[in-house]
């Protein structure tokens, strides 16, 4: 087999490859397909934190974005996983595209998103969703569902069609150290296949592990 002849995923996991394979095509490659056959949300990932202390969090998000620096998403720096982030930068991301039966997780450091990456982001939402930001006190108590409608109503008349980014809204972007590709095997023998390296700036290692 051959890069020329075989797809990314082929190449993956085939023990005689011993060429370089570059995990963020592969999860191109893999984001594609599941675009092609999950019912909604193809880029849904479960972001995994710890608390002050040091309790494990998770939630699902959508991924906004990526390249070779990371994955990014955005959320209210007041919301749970917001707190937990700025106190502990370090997180872990699932996808798991049941359609395809494959998973990739994803762990390393996070660091904040600059502010023309957060406004180039924010312009691009509908204004319902720019209105939302900042009518949501994010993970904070809510006395009634009526409550929150009041204050999106409020905030309509006050901003009109010219939202502007919440300073407390921006994104984050996990940067990986590790990059899993798992997919699924008869009689639970699972192909796992992990990219690893030492720093940001290191080569990246593949190696094949038991399901």
């Not at 940001?200 to 399901?211: E, G, K, N, V």
Request: charged content about 30%; aromatic content about 12%.
């Amino acid at each position: 087999m051959t890069a020329k002849t075989a797809s990314l995923t082929e190449i993956l996991f085939d023990d005689g490859y011993k060429g370089d394979v570059d995990p963020f095509e592969v999860f191109t490659e893999w984001l594609e397909a599941a675009r092609e056959s999950e019912i909604n949300d193809p880029n849904a990932m479960t972001l995994a934190t710890v608390d002050e202390t040091d309790m494990p969090d998770a939630r699902t998000v959508l991924l906004n974005g990526r390249d070779t620096r990371g994955f990014v998403f955005y959320t209210n720096f007041g919301s749970a996983k917001g707190r937990e982030l700025r106190t502990h930068p370090k997180a872990a991301l699932l996808f798991h595209w049941k359609s395809q039966r494959r998973q990739i997780r994803i762990r390393g450091p996070v660091e904040t998103v600059s502010d023309a990456e957060a406004d180039a982001y924010f312009a691009t939402r509908p204004i319902q969703s720019r209105i939302g930001a900042h009518a949501s006190d994010q993970s904070r108590p809510l006395e009634s569902r009526q409550v929150l409608f009041d204050k999106v109503e409020a905030l309509k008349t006050e901003f009109g069609e010219d939202v502007p980014r919440p300073d407390y809204w921006s994104g984050f972007r996990v940067k990986p150290l590790e990059i899993e590709f798992w997919k699924d095997g008869a009689f639970r023998l699972h192909d796992r296949v992990v990219f690893r390296r030492e720093g940001l700036d290191a080569p990246w290692t593949r190696s094949r592990l038991y399901p």
